[in-house]
C-alpha cells in the first residue's frame, strides 16, 4: 500500500519565523489533505490539495503529483500554530480509506 | 453547509461498563462514515468505516463495534469497556475524497 512519510518529525522555532513541512508519498493518490490537530485535539482541515498550489492567509500548500510530494508553508508563525501537522491521502486504488503520515509536532515559542 | 457533530466531548468510564458514542453528520448525503482511535502522542488508527447504511467495515479486531442505522448517523459501542479502550475517538465523513472530522471525545477508562 501507499506509504505516507512526513518531515520533520519534530520542530521548534521563535514567533514570526517561518517553516516548511513535508510530506512524501509512495504512489499515486486522488487525493492529498493536510490537517492541524491542536493541543485539544480537534483536527482542523487546512488544504484539499491533490495537485497545485493553494494559499489561505499565512498558510500555502504546493503538491507536485508527479513527483510525489507535498509542501506545507507557515509564515510568520504564531503560538496558535502549535500542534501537529498531519498529511493524509487517499490512493488512486482506493477512494474510501486515509492513509496517514506521523506528522510533524510544531513548538512555536513566544 | 456540511458539519459533523460528535458527543459527548469527554467521558469516564469504569472498566467493564458499556460504550456508546453517537456521530452525526447535517447537509449531505450518503457519505463515507468513518470511527478513528488516537493515543496518546500517537497517529490514528482507523477502526470502522460505511459506505452505506447497515454496511460496516472493520479494520481491526477489538473489544468495539459500530453501527449505521441512518443515512448520516454513526455509533461506535462496546458491551464491555477495556483499560487498553482509553483514548481520543474520532468520527470523519467523507465526500468525492475529501474528509472533515468531528471535534472528538476523550475516554479514560478506569
Known amino acids: 500500500g501507499i506509504q505516507v512519510e512526513q518531515s520533520p518529525p519534530d520542530l521548534i522555532l521563535q514567533e514570526g519565523a517561518n517553516s516548511t513541512l513535508r510530506c512524501n508519498f509512495s504512489d499515486s493518490v486522488n487525493n492529498l489533505q493536510w490537517f492541524h490537530q491542536n493541543p485539544w485535539g480537534q483536527l482542523i482541515n487546512l488544504f484539499y490539495i491533490p495537485s497545485g498550489t493553494k494559499q489561505n492567509g499565512r498558510l500555502s500548500a504546493t503538491t507536485v503529483a508527479t513527483e510525489r510530494y507535498s509542501l506545507l508553508y507557515i509564515s510568520s508563525s504564531q503560538t496558535t500554530d502549535s500542534g501537529v501537522y498531519f498529511c493524509?491521502?487517499?490512493?488512486?486504488?482506493?477512494?474510501?480509506?486515509?492513509?496517514w503520515g506521523a506528522g510533524t509536532k510544531l513548538i512555536i515559542k513566544p | 453547509s456540511q458539519t459533523i457533530h460528535q458527543w459527548p466531548a469527554t467521558l469516564v468510564q469504569p472498566v467493564g461498563s458499556p460504550l456508546s458514542l453517537e456521530c452525526t453528520v447535517e447537509g449531505t448525503s450518503n457519505p463515507n462514515l468513518y470511527w478513528y482511535r488516537q493515543a496518546a502522542g500517537r497517529g490514528l488508527q482507523l477502526l470502522f468505516y460505511?459506505?452505506?447504511?447497515?454496511?460496516i467495515s472493520s479494520e481491526v479486531p477489538q473489544n468495539l463495534s459500530a453501527s449505521r442505522p441512518q443515512d448520516r448517523q454513526f455509533i461506535l459501542s462496546s458491551k464491555k469497556l477495556l483499560l487498553s479502550d482509553s483514548g481520543f475517538y474520532l468520527c470523519?465523513?467523507?465526500?468525492?475524497?475529501?474528509?472533515?472530522f468531528g471535534q472528538g471525545t476523550r475516554l479514560t477508562v478506569v
Open positions: 470523519a465523513w467523507m465526500v468525492n475524497t475529501e474528509a472533515f
Open positions: 493524509a491521502v487517499v490512493g488512486s486504488e482506493s477512494n474510501y480509506q486515509l492513509i
Open positions: 460505511s459506505v452505506g447504511i447497515g454496511q
